[in-house]
């Protein structure tokens, strides 16, 4: 009998596995968490996974690896298939990647779903890489180009096996629809980031003109033109320079589609990315702190100026988005990423050139390094010395 | 999942969000009775779980380690206030999710009925029986979660499913 009750109280309790988050809060969530992770990345040093075997999930495969899947394995060398896992475009093991290691596993996906995720996975893979090139300077226009048409054909193959699956797995297809839908503002942003959105001519067009010609309702457009024509009429070209970097950090999304100013999903985009900038910039201030003492007035002076202005379009930015100007925010992040960026190469440089003994802390060569090394060896070096402080 | 290959570490993490983040939302929303609240918890949660991979430690299982810092959020959250009663939270229309449409009136009753009574629980019954029931963990891994040895929680389990039975048949009185 009391068992009986047990297991009605159970099965009372199960109903609660009903609660869940409604598709439209999760992909609220999904959209900032993806943000927040692609602006603050793991370093590769630090990241286990990065030297996992790329065929760890056959373990929970239960059917036979298909012949001809084998076969490839083992004609391209397991070594090589696994070295091949971390290879970037352009790296001659990047084939391997993605078309024996990722296709293998494409086939070993069961079911409609499991494939539709794979694809996806797929899709942010590339996107990650193109942010990963991006942050080396490496990303050129054939590359981008590759990259967007690889994103675009894994977001359809995701659709096409979404159809397949069955009515009662309705949650989980909006689920995967909604997936589709931040991939490909992901890749908007990131990969096609870099694409000119408008020539020289159109950049130089005046605020109204321009307002005019991409609708008055993007703020963002307007502030660029601002900046243009701002300018000393003297340094046209400095100008131009100065307003073509800004069209390149501006999403193509944010320039051509007022619309998504009201977008929930961009605004969960914009919040992941100021966060993600908060602990960048705070990053920077404890470096910049730890070198004021080894360091020349003039280039602590052109340091301080790339956190202050970094800091000062964070600020802006976070206000843009208190009035709801989701692309204006987007944008002034961009410009302050930059700054961090450039003042992390700043730093690095001027130590470079300094005598080894004298340089109060220890960074690798920034040219061949992405923005997220160059943090972990300033906040190792942070924690080394500290260490070497209290040991002393 | 924590052994997949990943260069970027983005994969491991977005799957862990698409498998974990409503038992995590579900176990933050019956604490915290608010649902907004739940939101931002289950939120901070998973940016905490990014935040400690990215400064060089690894997760080699997810599940207890999100719920335990969704405990520990929650810890911290309800020092400061439990903001909202059950009953304003029934009456917000979001509390019970779109996905729950097609469960019949006799199940909303019910769903409603189970809430109000685990609700009624001291939190000591309310987070070993959630964690074991709804989430299906076992009683070392809540342990573990809350702090406390699996004796106690199996305790608390046997105790909390006694007063439990005891609220439900209040409630049908």
């Known amino acids: 009998m009391n068992t009986q009750n047990d297991n009605n109280i159970e099965n009372k309790l199960d109903t609660l596995k009903n609660v869940r988050l409604s598709v439209a809060e999760k992909t609220k969530q999904r959209a900032f968490l993806h943000e927040y992770a692609m602006h603050t990345p793991i370093a590769h040093k630090a990241h286990k996974t990065q030297n996992a075997s790329p065929f760890s999930f056959l373990g929970s495969v239960l059917h036979p690896i298909p012949f001809a899947a084998l076969s490839l394995i083992l004609f391209v060398g397991v070594g090589t298939s696994y070295a091949a896992e971390g290879a970037l475009p352009g790296n001659p093991l990047y084939p391997i990647k993605v078309s024996v290691n990722e296709e293998i596993r494409g086939v070993l996906s069961l079911g409609a779903e499991s494939k539709a995720n794979w694809e996806l996975a797929r899709a942010e893979r590339r996107i990650s890489e193109a942010a990963e090139l991006e942050a080396d300077g490496d990303l050129t226009e054939d590359t981008r180009l590759a990259i967007d048409a690889k994103v675009t054909k894994h977001t359809e193959a995701a659709q096409n096996f979404s159809e397949h699956i069955e009515i009662d797995k309705s949650v989980k297809l909006a689920s995967i629809m909604s997936r589709v839908e931040t991939t490909l503002a992901a890749r908007d942003r990131i990969v096609l980031r870099s694409r000119p959105t408008r020539n020289a001519f159109e950049a130089s067009l005046p605020s109204s003109i321009a307002a005019s010609a991409f609708g008055e309702e993007d703020s963002s457009v307007a502030l660029l033109s601002a900046t243009a024509e701002n300018a000393d009429s003297d340094s046209e070209d400095e100008s131009r320079v100065i307003t073509n970097m800004q069209m390149q950090a501006l999403p193509p999304v944010a320039a051509k589609n007022a619309r998504q100013e009201s977008s929930p999903i961009l605004e969960a985009q914009v919040r992941g990315k100021l966060q993600a900038l908060r602990e960048r910039i705070h990053l920077a201030q404890k470096v910049v702190t730890r070198i004021e003492g080894n360091t020349s007035d003039e280039s602590l002076l052109e340091i301080r100026e790339l956190l202050i202005a970094s800091e000062e379009q964070l600020r802006a930015g976070e206000n843009a988005i208190a009035e709801g100007s989701f692309n204006e925010a987007t944008l002034l992040f961009e410009q302050s990423l930059e700054n961090i960026l450039t003042l992390h190469k700043t730093i690095s440089q001027i130590h470079n050139e300094m005598p080894r003994e004298e340089r109060p802390v220890k960074v690798l060569p920034t040219s061949v390094l992405p923005l997220h090394i160059q943090e972990i060896e300033f906040s190792d070096t942070l924690k080394s010395d500290a260490h070497d402080d209290e040991q002393r | ?173």
């Open chain 2, 1 to 173: 999942m924590s052994d997949t290959s990943n260069p970027t570490g983005q994969e491991d993490f977005l799957a862990a969000y698409d498998e974990y983040s409503d038992a995590i939302f579900r176990f933050c929303l019956v604490k915290v009775s608010d649902r907004e609240k739940a939101l931002d918890i289950t939120q901070e949660t998973f940016t905490r779980a990014w935040d400690y991979q990215r400064k060089g430690s690894i997760i080699e299982s997810w599940k207890p380690f999100l719920f335990r810092t969704a405990y520990n959020l929650i810890v911290d959250s309800y020092r400061k206030k439990k903001s909202s009663s059950l009953d304003a939270m029934e009456e917000d229309i979001n509390f019970i999710p779109p996905d729950t449409a097609t469960l019949t009136t006799e199940m909303k009753a019910e769903f409603s009925r189970v809430i109000k009574a685990l609700d009624s629980l001291d939190d000591g019954f309310k987070e070993p029986i959630t964690l074991r029931f709804v989430e299906g963990l076992s009683p070392s891994e809540i342990g573990a979660i809350m702090g406390v040895s699996e004796n106690v929680i199996s305790v608390r389990i046997h105790r909390g499913l006694e007063k439990l039975k005891v609220l439900l048949h209040a409630h049908d009185v």
